[in-house]
């Protein structure tokens, strides 16, 4: 209590402080060891990529609606994915999925440059803003069909796939990784989603392990014409 009566209500931390520490105590708990991906998630505000309804929700380790029928991934799904690209640092980085541009944010504290594609445009330039607005100048996006890959910037030395390939991965990501080089993607088969990394060992190896169960939204072909689930996306808090 201060002199005038009044509970003092300087907050040490605000919510989305305290809430953002606990997400990444959970993702710890969870089995998220590295340290450079949990730092990473700590410093890129969730918040900004989801719609302005649920920005109470944005440190809960859920995915969330960011228009045209697509999500932002559950908050452990990004960690995981990103932990399984083992990235030093000076890495080349293709993104297949960009959608709210959150996961690419993460990547591009983590790594030299990413290179991001997705199929519906206006969450294209929706991300972009978010690149821009958070300075992160190492992202090079364009919309397309990431199904094809980037031949013009391949090899890369990770790809990330944040959509479900239809029984294995297209034979043009594994073509445009580097020797030595992860591909983590989700990858359907006929009733479950598995999280599937390949490790290209030769160039036609590849070790491949299965990290976990996971639900992703399909990765589908050609860029989105504009009717595409045109009609759901949400409003965004401005700034
Ligand atoms: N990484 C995103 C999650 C996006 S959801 C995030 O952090 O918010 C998956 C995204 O993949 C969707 O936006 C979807 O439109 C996109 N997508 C699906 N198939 C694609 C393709 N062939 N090329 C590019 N993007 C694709």
Wanted: hydrophobic residues 40%; aromatic residues 6%; proline residues 6%.
């Amino acid at each position: 209590m201060g002199d005038n009566g009044f509970v003092a209500r300087v907050p040490v931390m605000n919510a989305a402080t305290t809430q953002k520490i606990r997400l990444i105590m959970h993702l710890r708990n969870m089995g998220i060891t590295d340290t450079n991906t949990l730092a990473a998630m700590e410093k890129v505000p969730r918040e900004k990529f989801i719609p302005a309804a649920m920005h109470d929700q944005a440190y809960e380790d859920i995915a969330l609606p960011i228009g045209r029928g697509q999500t932002i991934s559950q908050p452990y799904v990004v960690a995981a994915m990103t932990q399984a690209l083992e990235l030093s640092g000076r890495e080349k980085v293709l993104e297949i999925g960009t959608g709210s541009g959150y996961q690419t944010c993460v990547l591009a504290q983590l790594c030299r440059r990413v290179y991001t594609i997705e199929r519906h445009k206006p969450l294209l330039l929706r991300a972009e803003e978010m690149f821009n607005a958070l300075k992160l100048r190492n992202i090079t996006a364009i919309a397309g069909d990431g199904m094809k890959g980037w031949p013009e910037q391949a090899p890369f030395d990770g790809i990330m796939v944040t959509a479900a390939a239809q029984g294995k991965p297209p034979q043009e990501l594994l073509d445009q990784l580097r020797t030595g080089g992860i591909l983590v993607v989700p990858v359907a088969t006929a009733d479950q989603q598995i999280l599937r990394r390949y490790k290209k060992e030769g160039e036609d190896t590849f070790a491949v392990k299965d990290l976990m169960a996971v639900r992703f939204v399909p990765l589908l072909p050609h860029l989105a014409p504009a009717s595409e689930n045109a009609d759901d996306t949400p409003r965004y808090a401005e700034g």
